[in-house]
């Protein structure tokens, strides 16, 4: 029998507030986590055939430290040591608070390089795989796995974890990163049957939110909310009745949530009198040249193209260069967005998105062949299904030639223009 969704969803919620309480209490990152992890185990036999207890997150502390007990009592060169620390009881019903914000901060440490923090933040307390977060930074699972590992044996090191925290603008840049990251794997799942996973996207968001009441001032925090809420106003809209890919041009923009797509222009512009430079900043007035635009032929190409321009030579990365590829094809043509892609071949030669927009811009252009091939490439490259689907189809239209020429649609957008370390 499987866990009830509603319980999956609160144990994945508390999750990082119960290790960023073992962590913080007794400093071992490692033996914390495993602790956590046979906590939700428990929990997800247990309360499925007991009911929920009275104070989940307390009962998950609890189990947790028992487990953290155990596993240290074994190392008997440890003991006297350990067996100090665990003799002060976590209380039942631990501060209402929620630790997970520390614990971003926490895993993006300064001692941290910034690739490693942001692998380790995003596997230990964004909750993705490590395949998942290899794929989001355009590099082989070993490689992640390797810069995780070497990311807790260094944190486990430092001698005050919880430091400085939101005003440690290193920190406060990496952690932003990890939000961003876990957004877009929420927004389109880089493998599986769905789409997307709102309970990802959803918890980005709430983050985000918190951390702008601790930042209210800061650009690009109030930034970064505007892009979620503008790029999120659109999921309603993204895929059809079967888990289908609609492509932007055909999704029924009067369906867009029009709340979020207020609140998220009100916050993009709060952030202009301190000037557009952020690069957050910058994707969110993108997000919103898209979400302003009542029909696919009103957006505002030539705009977007500066704006990619500005965030390219600010803070340049393959993936923003894509972004811009695609936007010079919407307002020179296909060829002129064909040379700018070729640019970045070689660094985004794993990633689906690159075949995927070459073989759109070789449709605009009408070199059929051209575009059936990129399109079959890009569906191979791709661990999502309803993206292999898509592309797989796009292939088969255009081979038949009953294809029309609409404007670039979610499969081939390139994606997040977020920095990759």
């Given amino acids: 029998m499987s866990t009830d969704p509603r319980t999956e969803d609160l144990l994945r919620e508390l999750a990082p507030q119960v290790l960023g309480v073992l962590v913080r209490r007794f400093g071992d990152f490692d033996l914390a986590e495993d602790a956590v992890q046979d906590a939700l185990l428990a929990a997800a036999t247990q309360w499925r055939t007991e009911g929920l207890p009275e104070h989940p997150r307390g009962w998950l502390i609890q189990v947790a430290q028992r487990r953290m007990a155990d596993a240290v009592r074994a190392e008997v060169a440890r003991r006297r040591r350990e067996t100090t620390v665990f003799a002060?009881?976590?209380?039942?019903?631990?501060?209402?608070?929620?630790?997970?914000l520390d614990m971003y901060f926490l895993c993006c440490h300064p001692d941290l390089p910034p690739a490693g923090a942001i692998a380790l933040t995003l596997r230990a307390v964004g909750g993705l795989s490590t395949a998942e977060i290899a794929a989001a930074f355009l590099v082989p699972e070993a490689t992640m796995a390797q810069r995780i590992s070497r990311a807790k044996k260094r944190l486990a090191e430092s001698e005050r974890p919880f430091a400085d925290g939101a005003q440690d603008g290193a920190r406060l840049s990496a952690v932003l990163q990890v939000l961003y990251v876990i957004f877009t794997e929420g927004h389109t799942s880089s493998a599986g049957s769905g789409l997307r996973r709102a309970d990802l996207s959803a918890e980005a968001i709430r983050l985000t939110r918190a951390l702008r009441a601790l930042l209210p001032d800061n650009t690009e925090v109030t930034g970064l909310l505007a892009l979620m809420l503008l790029t999120d106003a659109r999921r309603a809209t993204r895929?059809?009745?079967?888990?289908?890919?609609?492509?932007?041009?055909?999704?029924?923009?009067?369906?867009?949530?029009?709340?979020?797509?207020?609140?998220?222009?009100?916050?993009?512009?709060a952030t202009m009198p301190a000037g557009l430079t952020g690069s957050y900043q910058l994707q969110a007035a993108i997000a919103g040249l898209h979400a302003q635009a009542a029909h696919v032929a009103d957006t505002d190409w030539a705009?977007?193209?500066?704006?990619?321009?500005?965030?390219?030579?600010?803070?340049?990365?393959?993936?923003?260069?894509?972004?811009?590829?695609?936007?010079t094809a919407m307002v020179h043509g296909p060829a002129a967005g064909l040379a700018v892609a070729d640019t970045v071949a070689e660094p985004l030669a794993r990633s689906h998105r690159l075949a995927a927009v070459r073989g759109h811009l070789h449709e605009m252009a009408g070199d059929d062949a051209a575009a059936v091939a990129q399109y079959q490439l890009a569906a191979t490259q791709t661990a999502s299904v309803p993206e292999r689907d898509y592309l797989l189809l796009r292939a088969a239209r255009v081979r038949s030639a009953a294809v029309d020429r609409p404007g670039v649609a979610d499969a081939?957008?390139?994606?997040?223009?977020?920095?990759?370390?």
């Fill in 88 to 100: 002060r009881e976590v209380p039942a019903e631990a501060s209402a608070d929620d630790d997970t």
């Fill in 239 to 269: 895929s059809g009745p079967h888990g289908e890919l609609v492509p932007l041009h055909e999704q029924d923009r009067t369906r867009w949530d029009h709340a979020q797509i207020t609140e998220g222009l009100r916050l993009l512009t």
């Fill in 303 to 327: 705009r977007i193209l500066v704006l990619y321009t500005m965030i390219e030579r600010s803070n340049p990365n393959p993936m923003v260069t894509l972004n811009r590829a695609v936007a």
């Fill in 412 to 421: 081939v957008d390139p994606g997040p223009a977020a920095p990759v370390p």
